[in-house]
């Protein structure tokens, strides 16, 4: 081996060394199921009531009612959630990893929500052994992925929204703690990663770029990375990785076992309702329970998945005395009585507590990031810093159920680009449309209010014009754009949120609810009460609603706009611009057309005839939007050169466009058609005239 090649895998395995203690992986192990939210929200102390929805949380996230059938009223608060897609599993685990995941689940990933269901009983040996067969056998063909960065996948994992669940890295320092300072460890428990290290690289990266094509529950949501980003996050979880070897399996000396007595014990096991295994199998639908599991009604609180002990077949998740204690009160309580029916706001609560939306987001005081965690939240934008934690935080969630329009939740939910804070460096995860699709209408139920406030938008009244709108965004005006970015253009100051989608992305009455009391409906903002006392506070908040919903069509207020707005560019579009005015030199009917090139013309429509060509730059329309006069505008170019004019009358009757945009300009002279074309050539123009399908041509040149 030459020096270079050395010398490259001594500092390797000293990088690893070095990180390896301090790598994610290395979390404090969890020893029961961990479900997050009944950890976060659950201690001993609590009395019966309060933990008695923790024993319901269990219910529903440990997947128990794929087995027990559940009472009617209680089907949609424990509706189980879908386990892991295995189709592929083959590709991405090995043969041991698999052995002995299956065998003791719980012991080659603490804290894992799969159930053991083989307790050394005779003949547990071969059936793990089959399982692994069949399961090894669901191969995919491997996607391409990029190859990934280790230090910037470290970054990226403290930083998009990762350590949010995750364990964050001992020898990574948050950016606001100093250098003398200890970092402080989070209060809780991380979200166990402990598989990451068995995937391949190309599996670990495919799989964060799509996590929810194989977990489709939405309980590993999709951070929407790039995937460069997935690699790189997937080399960083890689470091110092080591495949751990089944020794236990090879000291057994099975005989090889099939993959159809996988597929059948797979059956028997029941693994199939929780569990989809290739393209056309096919997950047992909730409640339908298994045929040899008793309904919820009938179970007893000391047997079967609570007992003590737990003999082959009978799942076995590793239950702490807390977790004992709140399914054995859930339990009591469905035998005893008919589910209460939710309010929106508790089903809202409900459904944020299964996804885990508390680890980023508060509502109603419950729920944001742990101070722990929260110390990794960073902003790409110094500007931001001066908002404090407006930053850095995702927003509350408070009265967003009367915020966001019903297309807007959609983006945000879906991951179809919704993200308005482009300084924040935390992603919004998608959870999957199936996950929250609810959740839209239980929040606008949740969030209404009795008496919404009352804002016109009808864009009828006199005052719905959008250049009042844009008066008074601007800088001379209520200065809107001191904060507010617009379009391409950021902010005079702090970068807070942009306004260009603001009547696609907001309810008006939300709209109106906010402008007029800015620190009740959104406490902590930093936005000023600026309609407060305003007489015209109605009119304007309405007129400026009026610009923000026209804005594509309208110039930036005052403070964004630069004259380099106004300037029409051929070259920059990419195709041939018309553009109708009062031009000097030609006329108060003239229609200047640029082409992409630099050479430009003007044709006058009161004589119809080619009046003016000139080079370079084509033309400026600030006066056009901004003066009522309407001043002739003048050519930007240069080398202008006036056309000589016609010796005989014409009759206008219009242009036709064709596809690169180029007009010909059609009238009437001696009682004939004319279509009239420019179009440019080396030296200047080629003018083509076709009367009665007769062409002729003339180059126009300086």
Not at 244 to 253: G, H, I, P, S
Not at 402 to 409: P, Q, V
Not at 555 to 562: A, D, I, N, V, Y
Request: hydrophobic share 35%; with cysteine; net charge neutral.
């Amino acid at each position: 081996m030459n020096t270079s090649k050395l010398w490259t895998l001594f500092a390797a395995s000293a990088f690893f060394c070095g990180h390896l203690r301090a790598h994610p992986l290395q979390a404090e192990p969890i020893n029961h199921a961990f479900v997050p939210t009944f950890d976060q929200f659950n201690i001993p102390q609590d009395p019966d009531e309060s933990l008695v929805n923790g024993g319901l949380l269990l219910l529903a996230e440990l997947n128990c009612t794929t087995c027990h059938t559940v009472p009617k009223s209680w089907e949609q608060r424990l509706k189980p959630k879908p386990g892991p897609d295995l189709s592929g599993v083959g590709s991405r685990l090995d043969s041991d990893t698999l052995w002995l995941m299956i065998r003791s689940p719980q012991s080659r990933k603490k804290g894992t929500q799969m159930p053991g269901l083989f307790a050394g009983a005779e003949g547990d040996d071969e059936k793990v052994e089959a399982l692994v067969e069949y399961l090894s056998a669901m191969e995919w063909d491997a996607p391409q992925v990029p190859a990934g960065d280790v230090e910037r996948g470290k970054e990226l994992y403290h930083k998009v929204g990762c350590v949010a669940c995750h364990e964050p890295a001992k020898d990574v320092r948050p950016p606001k703690v100093a250098a003398d300072a200890e970092v402080e460890k989070p209060g809780d428990a991380s979200v166990p990663i402990a598989l990451a290290d068995a995937y391949s690289f190309t599996a670990l990266s495919h799989f964060l770029k799509n996590p929810l094509a194989m977990r489709p529950a939405g309980r590993m949501p999709d951070l929407r990375l790039t995937a460069q980003e997935s690699s790189d996050i997937a080399a960083y979880l890689h470091t110092g990785r080591v495949a751990e070897k089944a020794t236990a399996r090879a000291a057994l000396k099975l005989p090889k076992q099939s993959a159809e007595k996988g597929r059948e014990i797979f059956e028997q096991m029941n693994c199939i309702a929780c569990h989809k295994s290739g393209p056309q199998s096919i997950v047992v639908p909730a409640f339908a329970g298994s045929g040899k599991t008793k309904p919820l009604k009938s179970l007893s609180p000391t047997k079967g998945c609570l007992a003590e002990k737990q003999p082959s077949g009978t799942p076995r998740f590793d239950l702490n005395d807390l977790q004992k204690r709140a399914l054995t009160l859930a339990l009591a309580l469905i035998q005893k009585e008919d589910a209460p029916k939710l309010t929106a706001q508790e089903s809202v609560d409900w459904q944020m507590t299964r996804l885990n939306c508390y680890a980023c987001h508060d509502r109603d005081g419950k729920g944001g990031p742990d101070p722990a965690r929260l110390q990794y939240f960073g902003v790409n934008d110094p500007g931001a810093e001066s908002l404090g934690q407006l930053a850095n935080i995702p927003p509350a969630l408070d009265k967003v159920g009367r915020k966001l329009t019903h297309g807007w939740f959609e983006k945000i939910l879906w991951g179809l680009d919704g993200s308005v804070r482009p300084y924040m460096d935390t992603h919004m995860p998608s959870f999957g449309r199936e996950q929250t699709e609810m959740l839209i209408t239980w929040l606008n139920e949740a969030d209404a209010l009795e008496k919404p406030f009352k804002i016109d938008v009808t864009g009828l009244a006199k005052h719905h014009r959008a250049e009042l709108g844009r008066q008074l965004l601007g800088a001379k005006g209520l200065a809107c754009v001191a904060c507010h970015g617009l379009k391409d253009r950021k902010s005079l100051g702090p970068p807070v949120i942009r306004l260009t989608h603001t009547t696609e992305r907001l309810q008006p009455e939300y709209f109106k609810e906010l402008l007029l009391n800015p620190q009740v409906t959104q406490p902590g903002t930093v936005m000023p009460p600026m309609f407060v006392g305003r007489k015209s506070a109605d009119k304007d908040i309405e007129s400026i609603w009026t610009y923000l919903r026209e804005v594509e069509g309208q110039p930036l207020p005052e403070g964004l706009m630069s004259s380099e707005d106004f300037e029409l560019k051929p070259d920059v579009q990419k195709r041939v611009i018309i553009f109708r005015s009062f031009i000097e030199g030609v006329g108060t009917h003239a229609i200047g057309v640029g082409f992409p090139g630099g050479l430009n013309a003007a044709f006058d429509a009161k004589t119809s005839r080619w009046t003016l060509l000139w080079k370079g730059r084509f033309l400026d329309a600030m006066s056009n939007w901004q003066d009522r006069s309407m001043p002739p505008i003048k050519p930007l170019g240069t080398d202008l050169k006036p056309l000589p004019p016609s010796t005989t009358e014409r009759t206008y009757l219009g242009y036709t466009l064709a596809k690169d945009g180029t007009p010909t300009f059609k009238y009437l002279e001696n009682g004939q058609q004319v279509e009239d074309t420019l179009r440019p050539v080396k030296g200047g123009f080629e003018q083509i005239i076709t009367i009665n399908g007769k062409q002729t041509k003339e180059t126009l040149s300086w």
